[in-house]
């Protein structure tokens, strides 16, 4: 197969679905986030609406696997069904046993609430997922609706989960059912990928299937025009890249290239434009015009130029023409000025000069840039203690390498060694390939990487913001107000009106906070300690990014320096 040719382990771009794939974009993460909130408020509907392809299924797999472990859950994958054979269904996948050839709407219902009294009484949750719902009846989803009326003083025994395409949503705001639209807790629209997101998708499955993460298959270029033509929708990519590392397999290519995406495009796609992208035949047209224009030109002044040479009489003023090895110059436009020549520079200015000591701060001075990016108060005498100062706190740490500072998107003070062996701090910015954004007496300078790192002494340290009353991690069965606050920086991070829980640690908060951690390749422990707090706050904008302190202390210009 192909994908042996590219050094790959197993076809990287099969349609089935396959959680070593897992790709969770930020529409992906926000849908799992709807779901697992609504689940964990309990009682009520959940939907979930997406085009074909973007990946509901998916979301539906890391649903199962992070739901609480005291939950049922019955999956109606076909839900082409009337009401009782909806409710018969139902009743198999939770193991409800009933009298097949006797059964009726009231016996299914009965059984199916007697099941649901007995799960709450023993502390478990049941939850009914239905795909596809956009094919149910009006009917069953009345019946559906009547479903969630089984309940106690207290909550509701039945969680309903509904996911389809756009068209459930449109069906569900129709006047008759209205009831069952009101009792909608959580709702989640899946968009497709965007750009910048279709070729993260794309590198990542090349990276699962065993590509080295420095190889480059489908370069920009081509991954943009993916994009086009597949809107971002993560089936589409996967059916036209799967052709596309065909294609460049049959031609013994070690990329793909433009005219393997077209010609990819037609036999998967039925897209006939051989032409290439709409912009391309205009520019084409606009060429065509500018050299037909060039030719008249030079004809004109080539004829005129003989004229005068082979008549005198008709141009007495116009001295013979000797043969030159240069094009004549056009003939200034009517009505404006002729402009004195000027000769002009094309070559780019000269980068200002970034001496070291510019850039090699005063320990005391870098730290007064860093705190000036976390709080407003006076910078306290000492930057890094045990204990919050004006509710800001510091952590210290030691690396080897740049790769161990590129996993904290935050300004970062590096204690360093002048060439004379005195002490001074470099206020970090960033990392941008072999350079690094540094902080100067005057704006943001880039340095080179080979140039600091002979300076740098292994010590970083950095600021952030812990919530309040934060000393150690947390974890399920705690309780007080820090336990609120960090619920309430996920409801945040959910757009959601209410948080998981106000001052317990239950189950629920312990589960989002396992796919919070997954997500970002953390341990997923579900314990909120600080490695957690920190890309929550990244998230959020609750720290200061690298990228948000480059422009805070960019110097009034915008102007960067470059070494």
């Known amino acids: 197969?192909?994908?042996?040719?590219?050094?790959?382990?197993?076809?990287?771009?099969?349609?089935?679905?396959?959680?070593?794939?897992?790709?969770?974009?930020?529409?992906?993460?926000?849908?799992?986030?709807?779901?697992?909130?609504?689940?964990?408020?309990?009682g009520g509907f959940i939907l979930l609406t997406g085009e074909v392809g973007t990946g509901k299924t998916t979301i539906n797999r890391c649903l199962l696997e992070q739901l609480p472990h005291d939950t049922d859950i019955a999956i109606i994958l076909n839900p082409a069904l009337n009401a009782i054979e909806l409710l018969a269904t139902a009743c198999d996948e939770l193991g409800i046993s009933y009298d097949p050839d006797k059964h009726t709407l009231k016996t299914l219902t009965d059984k199916l609430h007697g099941y649901l009294l007995e799960n709450h009484?023993?502390?478990?949750?049941?939850?009914?997922?239905?795909?596809?719902?956009?094919?149910?009846?009006?009917?069953?989803?009345?019946?559906?609706?009547?479903?969630?009326?089984?309940?106690?003083?207290?909550?509701?025994?039945?969680q309903i989960i509904l996911i389809g395409q756009p068209e459930l949503a449109q069906m569900l705001a129709q006047p008759q059912l209205r009831q069952l639209n009101q009792r909608i807790t959580a709702r989640y629209n899946l968009e497709p990928l965007n750009q910048e997101e279709t070729g993260a998708y794309i590198h990542h499955r090349l990276q699962v299937a065993g590509m080295s993460a420095d190889r480059v298959i489908f370069p920009p270029r081509v991954v943009r025009a993916i994009y086009k033509r597949t809107r971002g929708i993560p089936r589409v990519i996967n059916v036209l890249c799967d052709r596309v590392l065909l294609g460049a397999y049959g031609r013994n290519k070690g990329k793909a290239d433009m005219s393997m995406l077209r010609l990819a495009a037609q036999e998967v796609l039925g897209d006939d434009?051989?032409?290439?992208?709409?912009?391309?035949?205009?520019?084409?047209?606009?060429?065509?015009?500018?050299?037909?224009?060039?030719?008249?030109?030079?004809?004109?002044f080539d004829q005129r130029d003989a004229v005068?040479?082979?008549?005198?009489?008709?141009?007495?003023?116009?001295?013979?023409?000797?043969?030159?090895?240069?094009?004549?110059?056009?003939?200034?436009?009517?009505?404006?000025?002729?402009a004195a020549a000027v000769p002009v520079n094309l070559q780019p200015p000269e980068p200002l000069p970034a001496p070291e000591e510019s850039w090699m701060l005063?320990?005391?001075?870098?730290?007064?840039?860093?705190?000036?990016?976390?709080?407003?108060?006076?910078?306290?005498?000492?930057?890094?203690?045990?204990?919050?100062?004006?509710?800001?706190?510091?952590?210290?740490?030691?690396?080897?390498?740049?790769?161990?500072?590129?996993?904290?998107?935050?300004?970062?003070?590096?204690?360093?060694?002048?060439?004379?062996?005195?002490?001074?701090?470099?206020?970090?910015?960033?990392?941008?390939?072999?350079?690094?954004?540094?902080?100067?007496?005057?704006?943001?300078?880039?340095?080179?990487?080979?140039?600091?790192?002979?300076?740098?002494s292994g010590s970083y340290r950095f600021l952030w913001h812990p919530p309040a009353g934060f000393e150690r991690p947390l974890s399920l069965g705690d309780s007080g107000l820090v336990v609120a606050q960090v619920a309430g920086l996920f409801a945040r991070l959910d757009a959601q009106p209410q948080p998981l829980t106000t001052e317990d640690f239950n189950a629920a908060l312990q589960q989002r906070v396992r796919m919070f951690q997954r997500t970002h390749g953390l341990e997923d422990d579900g314990v909120v300690g600080v490695r957690t707090l920190l890309k929550l706050n990244e998230l959020l904008g609750v720290d200061t990014t690298a990228t948000a302190a480059r422009e805070r202390l960019q110097?009034?210009?915008?102007?960067?320096?470059?070494?």
């Open 362 to 456: 005063e320990p005391a001075q870098a730290e007064a840039r860093l705190w000036s990016l976390y709080s407003p108060a006076p910078r306290p005498a000492q930057l890094c203690t045990d204990a919050e100062q004006a509710g800001v706190a510091c952590i210290e740490g030691e690396a080897r390498t740049w790769d161990q500072l590129l996993a904290y998107d935050r300004p970062l003070l590096l204690d360093v060694i002048t060439p004379e062996r005195f002490s001074a701090a470099v206020l970090l910015l960033g990392i941008e390939g072999r350079q690094a954004w540094v902080a100067a007496e005057q704006g943001v300078v880039l340095v080179e990487l080979a140039e600091l790192g002979p300076l740098w």
């Open 273 to 300: 434009s051989d032409q290439g992208p709409d912009w391309v035949r205009p520019s084409l047209v606009a060429l065509l015009l500018l050299a037909l224009c060039g030719w008249w030109t030079l004809e004109y």
């Open 121 to 158: 009484a023993s502390g478990r949750k049941t939850v009914l997922l239905i795909d596809e719902a956009q094919h149910l009846d009006f009917d069953v989803l009345e019946q559906i609706r009547l479903l969630t009326n089984l309940e106690t003083n207290s909550e509701k025994l039945l």
């Open 308 to 338: 005068a040479v082979m008549s005198p009489i008709a141009a007495p003023s116009r001295p013979a023409v000797q043969p030159q090895p240069t094009l004549p110059e056009p003939a200034p436009v009517v009505g404006q000025p002729v």
């Open 1 to 42: 197969m192909y994908y042996q040719y590219f050094g790959l382990t197993e076809a990287p771009f099969s349609i089935a679905v396959n959680p070593r794939y897992l790709f969770m974009s930020a529409r992906h993460r926000d849908a799992l986030a709807h779901l697992l909130y609504g689940v964990g408020t309990g």
């Open 555 to 563: 110097d009034p210009v915008g102007e960067v320096v470059q070494r």
